[in-house]
């Protein structure tokens, strides 16, 4: 059984396995005798579960274990999946409302095992190291994206509440209707609207308004950090290259001066 246990490709079988189950318990159109048998099935593979985390606990020591992050992630969705069980167990002697609530969210939480998945992508560390440092090199061009956006809510707002209120009736609605525009959704139809609804000179004011916010937040704005994002996300490559091609080059220069 530890060897079982301890083989990668049958967890990730595991993993697949409880996955299409959790996914087909999201259905409404169930039987209730179906859904009782997926519900033990899922009960059943956290246990299985469990049971892996304590094999590999003895196998390589607690403080080994505990080590690697993708084993703490594995730990604490195992732990809220089996607390969820011991609570459905609890809940059906106790009717009171906490515990049902607590249910509920922990049973919603145990879909997230399915993110178990990712430790078994090829090069998945790199990626993720890879996206980290796209995140640091384009914090600062997206909080500046925000800190525009929500200057053109407030603005947006005063403007064109009493013209659009489902648009931009409060500060919040008008956030996301220009976010909204800023990924070119409903960039045409929100001016349209207001055209629609105001003066000729408004209506105006409306489109060449909308395009520009388009422009600047849209197409300048989202692309700036998608090509800081990917630039950042390949970055280690391109050094690796680099070193590779310089390599190269020592090793032509060589065998040129051997040459002559």
């Known amino acids: 059984m530890k060897k079982i246990f301890l083989n990668d490709r049958f967890i990730l079988a595991l993993i697949l396995t409880n996955a299409l189950i959790i996914f087909i318990q999201s259905f409404d159109g169930i039987s209730d005798e ?16 469990v049971l892996e985390i304590i094999i590999k606990i003895r196998e390589y020591s607690f403080r080994v274990y505990y ?132 003066s000729d000179s408004m209506a105006l004011l409306a489109k060449i308004y909308f395009v520009l916010v388009l422009f600047s937040g849209g197409i300048i704005g989202l692309s700036l950090i998608n090509s800081i994002f990917v630039d950042a996300m390949i970055a280690d490559n391109n050094d690796s290259l680099e070193q590779k091609v310089d390599e190269l080059n020592k090793k032509i220069a060589e065998l040129t001066k051997i040459v002559k």
């Open 67 to 198: 080590k690697s992050n993708w084993n703490k992630f594995d730990f604490y969705l195992v732990m809220f999946s089996f607390v969820s069980i011991v609570l459905s167990i609890i809940t059906h002697d106790f009717e009171n409302l906490s515990f049902i609530l607590v249910l509920r969210v922990l049973r919603v939480a145990r879909i997230f095992k399915a993110f178990r998945f990712l430790r078994y992508v090829p090069n998945i560390d790199q990626l993720l190291l890879g996206i980290r440092r796209a995140l640091k090199s384009s914090i600062l061009v997206i909080l500046a994206l925000l800190v525009y956006n929500f200057s053109l809510a407030v603005f947006s707002c005063h403007l064109f509440k009493d013209i659009a209120p489902q648009y931009f009736g409060n500060p919040l609605e008008s956030l996301y209707t220009i976010f909204r525009v800023f990924s070119v959704e409903g960039w045409y139809e929100i001016p349209d609207y207001i055209a629609e609804n105001s």
């Open 34 to 49: 179906f859904r009782q048998i997926l519900f033990g099935a899922d009960n059943l593979f956290t246990l299985a579960f």
